[in-house]
């Protein structure tokens, strides 16, 4: 398998062992891989929470920009970057557009 | 553990503390294991099996440590596939919210049983490799077939999609086979590899001089590592830890000695790290004597070397003391003979040069023979 270089048609959500849960006692997102605990920003949690394995980077996308009334090209620069180095540390499940979701 | 879990993780605006809430803890249920690695880092005095805490005393504390803000368990030992009750073991930490990794040899599991730890919602598996062939891999383990069936292993685990990590400890008499073991964790399917020099305190120390590995060695194997980092980028994570002896600036242990990290021994003592019982004259409390937030925050194993007011020169001026914490207690003890000392590996400390010679002396010198672990003191490897 390489590495997957991630587009806006892409649909993710996160792999079966990258958990992200709201803990309690810290008063803070927790995304938890093995051996690491990572604290993602507010930003970060409100995109993973959108990767549902349903919506395509894209949806995500327009989500955002919508949202923030922001330029969607930029949105789209952050969200790929963000979530390009999740997939990197193989934190994501990917499927593409035309495959049904993983 | 790696350097992103250093930082304390407070709710936010909270007062800056000398340790947080506990992160990750690494369970260790058994000291027995079928195999006889001899840098393992279990103490060179093994707990008995009639010692370990019952399925009802772990589900308690596993419990108790989900209520102190743990987030991860690392189910270790020994061999945690020895317990019988490893996948009740597993489910209960899934109901109490642990995030639960299992560290196994492999050899004794079978795919059934893997598919009942993927039920009882196991989140990822990390299998030890002594060698990337059988020649190397099983002469180290002390364990003839043993590399065979760590494969076998692998393959179901990747099989029921479980998240796989490669753990190989590297040193002189298998730092060989580095670029093989690299690529097996590709062909395996693992997503991370772990490429650890051998830490030598207990059974390593030891075997010190047949696993001290050459400088160049090392220079070739780290060089090895960037490269296939940069290959496998997106493929494979490699951590990398390398040997303190030809370090210049020591680790950040544990990431601070009681900050968030522990280690809970087979019949429920709690450590600062694994190999906190090499430190003679420490005194450690057990989950069955006490709560284990009691533990965390009035053991005196915990709180003698907190923070950084116990330090005596070159680490209490020095301006990275906060930053590294004057390295590993247990190897400043064991090369020492004070525990509060800096970590020889500095290059502060008054001992580095020696250090460096020893391991220079000690890598170029015939290796001896492994002493293999084992509950009777250890045997001498016959060759
Ligand atoms: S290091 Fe080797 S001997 Fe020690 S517990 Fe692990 S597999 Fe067993
Ligand atoms: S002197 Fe102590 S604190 Fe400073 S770098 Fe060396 S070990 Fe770390």
Redesign the interface.
């Known amino acids: 398998m390489g590495r997957v270089v991630l587009s806006p048609v892409q649909r993710v959500a996160l792999a079966r062992h990258a958990r992200l849960r709201f803990d309690k006692l810290r008063d803070r997102w927790i995304l938890l891989v093995p051996e690491k605990v990572m604290v993602p920003d507010a930003i970060c949690v409100e995109i993973l929470q959108l990767c549902d394995g349903a919506r395509s980077i894209g949806d995500i996308v327009n989500t955002l920009s919508k949202k923030y009334v922001a330029d969607p090209g930029i949105i789209e620069g952050d969200v790929l970057s963000i979530l390009q180095s999740l997939a990197d540390k193989s934190c994501l499940q990917i499927a593409t557009a035309a495959e049904g979701a993983a | 553990?790696?350097a992103?879990?250093f930082r304390i993780?407070?709710?936010?605006g909270a007062a800056p503390t000398a340790y947080g809430?506990p992160?990750?803890v690494l369970a260790e249920l058994t000291h027995r294991c079928p195999l006889q690695c001899p840098y393992c880092s279990n103490p060179l005095e093994l707990e008995t099996s009639g010692a370990e805490l019952t399925t009802e005393e772990w589900c308690r504390v596993m419990t108790e440590l989900a209520d102190l803000?743990v987030?991860?368990i690392h189910f270790s030992g020994g061999e945690p596939a020895v317990r019988k009750d490893l996948v009740a073991l597993v489910r209960h930490a899934t109901e109490v919210?642990l995030?639960s990794?299992l560290i196994t040899s492999g050899v004794m599991l079978t795919k059934a049983r893997l598919v009942e730890l993927a039920d009882a919602g196991l989140?990822?598996v990390?299998i030890s490799f002594q060698g990337a062939e059988p020649g190397v891999a099983d002469r180290v383990g002390g364990f003839r077939g043993g590399h065979a069936k760590k494969l076998e292993v692998a393959r179901w685990a990747r099989a029921l999609?479980l998240?796989l990590?490669v753990n190989a400890v590297v040193h002189r008499q298998n730092l060989h086979q580095l670029p093989a073991l690299i690529d097996l964790s590709v062909e395996l399917?693992a997503?991370?590899m772990e490429v650890a020099h051998v830490q030598y305190y207990g059974w390593a120390l030891k075997n010190r001089q047949a696993l001290m590995p050459t400088r160049e060695q090392l220079d070739v194997a780290t060089e090895l590592v960037e490269a296939a980092r940069a290959r496998l980028?997106?493929?494979l994570?490699i951590?990398y830890v390398i040997p303190d002896y030809y370090a210049r600036q020591p680790k950040q242990c544990m990431g601070g000695w009681g900050r968030q990290f522990f280690n809970i021994s087979p019949s429920g003592k709690v450590l600062p790290c694994h190999a906190a019982e090499t430190i003679t004259g420490l005194r450690f409390d057990s989950v069955r004597d006490h709560p284990l937030e009691w533990i965390w925050h009035n053991s005196d194993a915990f709180n003698c070397y907190r923070g950084t007011g116990w330090m005596p020169e070159p680490c209490r001026s020095c301006d990275l003391r906060e930053v590294d914490f004057g390295g590993c207690r247990c190897q400043a003890f064991a090369l020492t003979g004070n525990a509060a000392n800096a970590d020889p590996a500095c290059a502060k400390s008054a001992r580095h040069r020696e250090l460096f010679q020893l391991a220079e002396a000690e890598s170029a010198a015939t290796p001896e023979g492994f002493l293999y672990r084992n509950f009777s003191g250890g045997s001498r490897e016959r060759r």
């Open positions: 553990m790696s992103d879990d993780i407070a709710p936010e809430l992160l990750a803000g987030l991860q919210g995030y990794n989140a990822h990390q999609d998240p990590t399917g997503a991370r980028r997106g493929v994570e951590d």
